[in-house]
């Protein structure tokens, strides 16, 4: 084994340093803790200097913070509250959605229409995600997923109120009727 693929724990002895532990392994780097003058190095992997006194062999693939970061983006990707593009009705862009209390002693709060629009688009996100959980779950039986579906069926008649601000008719509500 090379001293280039070592694992963290292994002890190395430098020329100059001395003895030293492997804390942690990056792409072209290690972090060494040395005994002698208890300092913490960072030294290059190809260095050939090194001598081997107890070797510790990576029991995974060594992961490096590029890795972690693409690990972490690539999950908040698949988790994140993005919907996907769907165009709001040209007549709506730049508009407004003005709530008015009955209460005329209070103030009324307008929404600019884009962020009202994609509040509903992610609701009806949210409807397809607990459809898909509620058809795949494995302690439902098709009883219970029907009696489950009914209720999502409702809520997107419900929400067929909003079809007016889609652009295309295929992006909107659908209720149990199938029809607007």
Same mark, same amino acid.
């Given at each position: ?7 963290? +724990? ?9 003895? +030293? ?7 072209? @780097?290690?972090?060494?803790?040395? @005994? ?12 050939? %200097? ?44 730049? %508009? ?54 009914? @209720? ?29």
């Amino acid at each position: 084994m090379s001293a280039s693929d070592l694992a963290p +724990g292994s002890k190395l002895r430098h020329p100059k340093f001395g003895v +030293g532990m492997i804390l942690s392994v990056d792409e072209k @780097y290690y972090k060494l803790y040395f @005994y002698d003058s208890e300092e913490i190095k960072t030294l290059g992997r190809d260095y050939d %200097g090194f001598e081997i006194e107890e070797a510790k062999k990576p029991d995974f693939p060594i992961l490096t913070q590029k890795d972690v970061e693409k690990a972490i983006k690539d999950a908040l990707i698949q988790t994140s509250e993005r919907a996907p593009i769907i165009p709001l009705g040209g007549k709506w862009i730049g %508009g407004s959605v003005v709530l008015n209390p009955g209460d005329e002693g209070l103030q009324s709060k307008e929404i600019p229409m884009d962020t009202f629009f994609h509040k509903v688009v992610m609701v009806r996100e949210k409807l397809r995600v607990l459809e898909q959980n509620i058809n795949n779950h494995s302690k439902l039986d098709d009883e219970d997923r029907v009696h489950l579906q009914q @209720y999502i069926t409702r809520c997107y008649g419900s929400l067929t109120t909003f079809n007016v601000l889609f652009a295309y008719k295929e992006d909107q509500f659908k209720g149990s009727g199938g029809k607007d």
